[in-house]
């Protein structure tokens, strides 16, 4: 295709124009959770404190307690500690370039990885590994709360996976105006009940504190060891996709202006990579009441965060409201979480699933799709092998977010090579681009032969280490011989319309898009190959036969200067 389109100012009307199937279930859903495409200033109106809120509700999970009891118990106290700090500050400050980027143009991390050096079909893969994470960690939040169901209740496991997992469906079809009033009601209830109790035992027991700080580990010394310290942070890391969920919820903060910069920066730091904080303490609170069960129920039940509490309410409480208690905490905690998790996953199998086939299904088909995956892993007891499952995986998730990380802070804002704004639309990236698939491939693939032992034990702890250095390294080394000329395929989009306006935000002036007949806002839209119009993005991802799909231009530079308050 060799035509090369006029620039526009508005679509023109008319009956639609090669609309792919699908295109008219796509626009509907859409209008309510922006599934695919940049979320339009019209649709955010939520304060800079009601959306951090609404994020931070989402890590009320009680996954933190059972990972830290799992490394505490294992390596001892100190190497429990430590492994969390170390994860904590890596997943701090990878997290905050995504979270800017995410707040700052309105885009979830799918699209801002399609910029960051994949390309637009290369992230397909990293969509993949973050499905992966929310049902991994739906199937764990799931599985606490069966054994919550099971004490309080006496339900069997196998029904409890079955209840945790379809009571999340009629709060996750909603999209964020439902999530937002869920996060905000239920978050001082949560609080109230994981706090008091740790509060109450260290104030009536000041013994438990000298207990916790020196319990040795089953397999240690009571010293702190390189190799034990790795080896928990590999685990703690399988959270830094959390990330990927804070940005679900981040890319509807209201643009960034003189008068609400300080509230806007704060709500960011907290509700992006801030996330962590309260992930670390929850980590090292799990570390404490699992050494505080430990002689009452044994190393097979502390882990257990039902459990855990239980035994802290028994301190604090009486007999008969200490089990209700802590099933209402667990199925409070659950559901904020896996909420999250459902809505978080359908997204990331839909971007995949559409761009791959130029279908669009509708949501719910792959709300259903994640929940189905986590059931079989509840089913096949996947709590049981928990440290293993995340250990593996948090290599791949390392690889990932430090690639994208490095590509924004390294390639981008040193180099120059990576362009500033984020591009996420058909036809104006390329299919692939070396520089994150390559450096994502290597760091991945090496760390999960360390860490299965391939060469060698003594290597083995040390894959986490490896996939960052890794992705580190290869990134701006990649972008550095391709000389960043796989990330644009195109600079000019065919539009007049300034993508940001004066204060480095996304624009908010409406185009019509002559395919779905739908206003959207300017960063959503192209000017169409074929047209004197303009098309949003979803109708390009679900145009089957490439109409609408501008071709390609010459690229006179990959990173244009930074616009003013950019």
Known sequence: ????????????????????????????????????????????????MVVATTALGGIAYLADFSIGAGIGLAHGTGNALVAIAVAAVVIFVTGYPLAYYGARYNIDLDLITRGSGFGYYGSVLT????????????????????????????????????????????????????????????????LVLMVSPLVYLICTDPGSVHRFLSYPGTDGAGGVDT???????????????????????????????????????????????????IGALKQAIGVFLAVHILSAVGPGLAPEPIRQFKGAFDAMLPSWLVVPLAVVLVVVSQIKINVTNAYSGSLAWTNSFTRVTR????????????????????????????????????????????????????????????????????????????VGVVAFTAASGLSIALYFHALGDTLQPYSPVAAALIAFVLTPLMAVLT?????????????????????????????????????????????????????????????????????????TSAAPAAPAGA
């Not at 964020?176 to 869920?182: Q, V």
């Not at 195109?490 to 007049?496: E, N």
């Open 227 to 277: 190799a034990p310290v790795l080896l928990g942070a590999g685990v703690c890391l399988s959270l830094i996709a959390q990330i990927g969920e804070q940005i679900d919820y981040l890319r509807f903060m209201p643009p960034r202006t003189a008068a609400n910069r300080r509230g806007w920066w704060t709500a960011v730091v907290l509700a992006g990579p801030g996330w962590v904080v």
């Open 359 to 434: 279908r669009y299904p509708g949501r719910m088909v792959f709300v259903l799709v994640n929940l189905g995956i986590a059931l079989v892993l509840m089913e096949a007891d996947m709590f049981s092998f928990l440290n293993g499952v995340l250990g593996f995986y948090s290599n791949c998730a390392i690889a990932w977010v430090v690639t994208v990380a490095t590509d924004i802070g390294v390639n981008k804002h040193l180099l120059r090579i990576s362009p500033l704004r984020p591009e996420f639309r058909r036809g104006m990236l390329y299919a692939v681009n070396p």
């Open 1 to 48: 295709m060799n035509v090369e389109p006029r620039l526009v100012k508005a679509a023109e009307p008319g009956p639609p124009q090669s609309a792919a199937p699908g295109t008219g279930q796509a626009v509907k859903e859409t209008l309510e959770d922006y599934t695919l495409r940049f979320a339009p200033r019209s649709y955010r109106r939520w304060t800079p």
């Open 127 to 190: 969509s993949v590994i973050f499905a992966s994470f929310t049902f991994i960690f739906f199937a764990l939040e799931g599985s606490i709360m069966a054994q919550g169901l099971k004490l309080g209740l006496g339900l069997p496991l196998w029904l409890g996976y079955l209840v945790s997992t379809l009571m999340v469906i009629p709060l996750v079809v909603y999209g964020m105006k439902a999530l937002s009033r869920l996060q905000v009601w239920t978050t001082p209830v949560w």
């Open 483 to 555: 000389r960043g000329r796989y990330y644009l395929r195109r600079t000019d989009d065919g539009l007049a319309e300034p993508l940001l306006d004066e204060e480095g935000n996304p624009s908010a002036a409406t185009l019509v898009c002559h395919v779905c007949h739908q206003p959207y806002e300017r960063p959503d839209l192209a000017a169409c190959a074929t047209h004197d119009a303009v098309v949003c993005s979803l109708c390009l991802s679900t145009d089957r036969v490439g109409d609408h799909v501008l071709p390609a231009a010459p690229v």
